[in-house]
């Protein structure tokens, strides 16, 4: 009897009649021979809801009880679903993040997964119930409850699929698998048959809001095939996993796109050890994450520093690196919040030459302006304007024959 996690996400369990369809599912998987364990997201919004509720009562949430009253949202669709099953005559049992053995470190909102001890679920199991653990949220060595982050109950499924040595780990949600490139934006899009686990882990880092970056890397380091798929019909989905056949890894898998990117360049800045430190530093220090550096080869001992951060966090970037580049001798700084980034992911990329060619000719013959390049092994991701995503990514689909079967 194979043993597989099936994840839910809020949508497919957004009221009562999508969690009688789950459970149905559930009992699908079962009565095929299957043992199965179940993860849960909240119904629909009720993350979002139980958020506004907290600031609407203190201007700054206390951050553990926030944590509590978030993860109550994925304790009321797990207790749901138990009881759907109950009702079709199948034992079930909804047991918290704590209970299932899910224990984290402390940093409240944003907890990792240190440890699993999946004894529970297995002696539940063992009785012959089908086990829904309510995602997305842990315990600390304090006994305090904590939550993964924002999408975390995909890193639940997989974390619990490693710590319970699954078959798989089967993520369910409105949509039916992973694209070629955001369906919404691009029509055309196709979805993928397979994708393997470092470029899928490229696509969602790089904007492709598809699943939980975690859940990824967690399933890479485990070797947890996770299937995504959608929860309300029976097309076959995308499987993430090691190996892709040798066809496919000549080619670009996908094209990510992210409009959430705004530049500052640091300019005539004088060419000497230390200036990148007395930068990056204070902003390290500030809390500021920051993508994609570039630091031109110096004129006469004279350069520009160019990185890039979230919109939202630019007008902090701003406040710390004007005052610097001031006593560092830079000439001024300047920033420009219309950005965005398109990227070419594929693992196929690193092997073969011409990639960039071919996207830079694609962007040049769209007349679309570059302002700074990224690489990794196996993406090539190019900072553009905003307002020109759009056209960015249909043409390089078009371009990289994307909608061409695999
Ligand atoms: N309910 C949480 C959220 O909306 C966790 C999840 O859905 O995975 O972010
Ligand atoms: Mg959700």
Known sequence: MALIVQKYGGSSVADAEKIKNVARRIVRTKEAGNQVVVVVSAMADTTDELVKLAYQVAEHPHTRELDVLLSTGEVVSSTLLAMALHSMGHPAISLSGAQAGIRTDAAFSKARITDIDPKRVAKEMEKGNIVIVAGFQGITEDMDITTLGRGGSDTTAVALAAGLKAKACERYTDVDGIYTSDPRLLPEARKLTEISYEEMLEMVTYGFKAIHPRAVELGELFS???????????????????????EVRNKVRGIAHDPDVAKITVVGVPDQPGIAAAIF?????????????????????????????????????MAVVEPISGSIGARECVSDSKLGKVSIIGTGMQYAPGYAARMFDTLKKENINIQLIATSEIRITCIIDEARIKDAVRALHRAFELETED
């Open 224 to 246: 947890v095939p996770i299937l995504v798929a959608s929860s309300f019909n029976d097309n076959p989905g995308t499987l993430i996993h090691k190996e892709v056949s040798m």
């Open 281 to 317: 530093v204070p902003l390290a220090e500030a809390g500021i994450s920051i993508d994609t550096i570039v630091q031109n080869a110096s004129i006469e001992n004279i350069t520009d520093l160019t990185f890039t951060v979230a919109k939202s966090q630019l007008k902090g970037a």
